[in-house]
């Protein structure tokens, strides 16, 4: 064989490689937007599982979920307490920041960590029958929604002892909310295929979530920086909290921080994604 007709029979096996590259990442991606519609077909499915999910949880408890309730109640009044005197803060300004920081923050790291076990939990289920994964995806956010929604009477009785009331300006965190649902989602696919394969990132995802409650303004104000406080929008937490945050303590977030905010949900929606696409086919394996 000549050397022209070897150096096109290479490029010919190299097209081909690559086309049957092509053809498989289609076709990875069209199952995993089929996981995706089928599972969302099923939503009916996703909010027993989560609802049943939160009943086991609290099974032989005399009030169930509402010690939630307590819970953070007791947390709020003893944490203002404190941090109020130590940043000579006035209460009725102070307490109410507080409230409604720790309530959304209990969110967060609670879909970080559901978000690390979504497909390890649902280990039984996915080994003995067929189910889109999205379904899995869907029963931690109902998980999720129906926890913050126990702690939400604190934030009212806060708000009527201390009559900070958001008025007309809570409507705008629900695009923030519907963004934290997004995000949540992202979340679940991203670490949820990722902790399937590695067992060690779960307890990394905690330490950085215990080492972003302390550079994120949840019990300090952003204001206490003052000009050293610039890098604040650069804090991706402090973005996706504050655009919820805001409305509820009657004011917008700036459009930086939306800006901020939707950048980091852009990333992580495509890298959630990319990753799923690629290893949707392997989860059943690596649990």
């Given at each position: 064989?000549?050397?022209?007709?070897?150096?096109?029979?290479?490029?010919?096996?190299?097209?081909?490689?690559?086309?049957?590259?092509?053809?498989?990442?289609?076709?990875?991606?069209?199952?995993?937007?089929?996981?995706?519609?089928?599972?969302?077909?099923?939503?009916?499915?996703?909010?027993?599982?989560?609802?049943?999910?939160?009943?086991?949880?609290y099974?032989?408890?005399?009030?169930?979920?509402?010690?939630?309730?307590?819970?953070t109640?007791?947390?709020?009044?003893?944490?203002?307490?404190?941090?109020?005197?130590?940043?000579?803060q006035?209460?009725?300004?102070?307490?109410?920041?507080?409230?409604?920081?720790?309530?959304?923050?209990?969110?967060?790291?609670?879909?970080s960590?559901?978000?690390?076990?979504?497909?390890?939990?649902?280990?039984?289920?996915?080994?003995?029958m067929?189910?889109?994964?999205?379904?899995?995806?869907?029963?931690?956010?109902?998980?999720?929604?129906l926890?913050?929604?126990?702690?939400?009477?604190?934030?009212?009785?806060?708000?009527?002892?201390?009559?900070?009331?958001?008025?007309i300006?809570?409507?705008?965190?629900?695009?923030?909310?519907?963004?934290?649902?997004?995000d949540?989602?992202?979340?679940?696919?991203?670490?949820?295929?990722?902790?399937?394969?590695?067992?060690?990132?779960?307890?990394?995802v905690?330490?950085?979530?215990?080492?972003?409650?302390?550079?994120t303004?949840?019990?300090?104000?952003?204001?206490?920086?003052?000009?050293?406080?610039?890098?604040?929008?650069?804090?991706?937490?402090?973005?996706?909290?504050?655009?919820?945050?805001?409305?509820?303590?009657?004011?917008?977030?700036?459009?930086?921080?939306?800006?901020?905010?939707?950048?980091?949900?852009?990333?992580?929606?495509g890298?959630?994604?990319?990753?799923?696409?690629?290893?949707?086919?392997?989860?059943?394996?690596?649990?």
């Open positions: 064989m000549s050397a022209t007709a070897e150096h096109h029979a290479s490029s010919v096996a190299s097209t081909n490689i690559q086309v049957d590259a092509a053809v498989s990442l289609s076709a990875r991606q069209r199952l995993a937007l089929r996981d995706l519609a089928d599972g969302s077909r099923l939503w009916r499915l996703a909010v027993t599982l989560g609802w049943l999910d939160i009943k086991l949880r099974r032989g408890s005399v009030i169930g979920p509402f010690w939630l309730t307590l819970s109640a007791v947390q709020i009044g003893a944490m203002g307490a404190v941090y109020g005197t130590l940043f000579h006035d209460l009725h300004d102070y307490l109410p920041f507080l409230a409604v920081s720790l309530v959304m923050w209990s969110a967060v790291t609670s879909i960590a559901d978000a690390c076990t979504t497909f390890l939990q649902a280990e039984m289920t996915i080994r003995s067929r189910m889109p994964y999205f379904v899995h995806v869907v029963r931690v956010q109902v998980r999720t929604v926890t913050l929604a126990h702690n939400l009477p604190v934030l009212l009785v806060v708000g009527l002892i201390y009559h900070a009331w958001p008025g300006y809570c409507v705008a965190a629900v695009p923030a909310l519907l963004l934290w649902l997004v949540g989602v992202a979340a679940c696919m991203l670490l949820g295929s990722f902790c399937a394969r590695f067992r060690d990132v779960p307890p990394i905690s330490s950085i979530m215990q080492i972003a409650f302390f550079i303004p949840i019990v300090w104000k952003p204001d206490q920086l003052g000009r050293d406080g610039w890098w604040l929008p650069y804090n991706p937490f402090y973005a996706l909290l504050e655009i919820v945050r805001g409305p509820m303590l009657g004011h917008l977030a700036s459009p930086t921080i939306w800006t901020s905010a939707l950048v980091f949900s852009a990333a992580l929606s890298a959630a994604w990319i990753l799923f696409v690629r290893v949707r086919g392997r989860i059943a394996f690596w649990i």
